[in-house]
T-cell receptor
Framework: SQTIHQWPATLVQPVGSPLSLECTVE??????LYWYRQAAGRGLQLLFY??????ISSEVPQNLSASRPQDRQFILSSKKLLLSDSGFYLC???????????FGQGTRLTVV | QKEVEQNSGPLSVPEGAIASLNCTYS??????FFWYRQYSGKSPELIMS????GDKEDGRFTAQLNKASQYVSLLIRDSQPSDSATYLC??????????FGGGTRLMVKP
């Protein structure tokens, strides 16, 4: 069966510090991978989407970047965090376009 | 206009009643529709998927899709306090991006 791992679960970082969040998927090949951010009490905002190694589509952010160095690994990064980067970061995978997406447990990031 | 719209609620129903959650979407070419449940502080979990017009039932849950009206709904029969959560509607748009509504908070009162 497929599983998705996301870590860390919580993170407190100072403003201006770098960020690296990692997500890995097991039990499937060539998944579609997603990074979402959820502000408190709000819906999910799509940040990045990837259909394959090195293929990243960016929806919104200018302060964040994503990379997919391996088929089942998706990394979210920032060189310098802003207060507004605080939120609940969720990684998800789907088997192909148009199919169900499944989420990791999320990382709650607080920038102080 | 937001791509996927939901009433934020809260929707309050008594235990045992039917809860009706609604969602509208803007992209007419969308073909895949999903309902997720999210408990406070947790990640979303998939409850239902629906691809064709009409109703799809799974246990106490029924998803309804009307592509002509660009409307998808979720009915929860015999609502339980454990159903209290935020329900998220999700739709794939033409660019193959899975887009979420803001969610409807459901409260089931014993």
């Amino acid at each position: 069966s497929q599983t998705i791992h996301q870590w860390p679960a919580t993170l407190v970082q100072p403003v201006g510090s770098p960020l690296s969040l990692e997500c890995t998927v097991e039990g499937t090949s060539n998944p579609n991978l997603y990074w979402y951010r959820q502000a408190a009490g709000r819906g999910l905002q799509l940040l990045f989407y990837s259909v394959g190694i090195g293929q990243i589509s960016s929806e919104v952010p200018q302060n964040l970047s994503a990379s997919r160095p391996q088929d089942r690994q998706f990394i979210l990064s920032s060189k310098k965090l802003l207060l507004s980067d605080s939120g609940f970061y969720l990684c998800a995978w789907s088997a192909s376009r148009g199919t169900e997406a499944f989420f990791g447990q999320g990382t709650r990031l607080t920038v102080v | 206009q937001k791509e996927v719209e939901q009433n934020s609620g809260p929707l309050s129903v008594p235990e045992g009643a039917i809860a009706s959650l609604n969602c509208t979407y803007s992209d007419r070419v969308s073909q895949s529709f999903f309902w997720y449940r999210q408990y406070s502080g947790k990640s979303p979990e998939l409850i239902m998927s629906i691809y064709s017009n009409g109703d799809k039932e799974d246990g106490r849950f029924t998803a309804q899709l009307n592509k002509a009206s660009q409307y998808v709904s979720l009915l929860i029969r015999d609502s339980q306090p454990s159903d209290s959560a935020t329900y998220l509607c999700a739709v794939y748009n033409a660019g193959n991006m899975l887009t979420f509504g803001g969610g409807t908070r459901l409260m089931v009162k014993p």
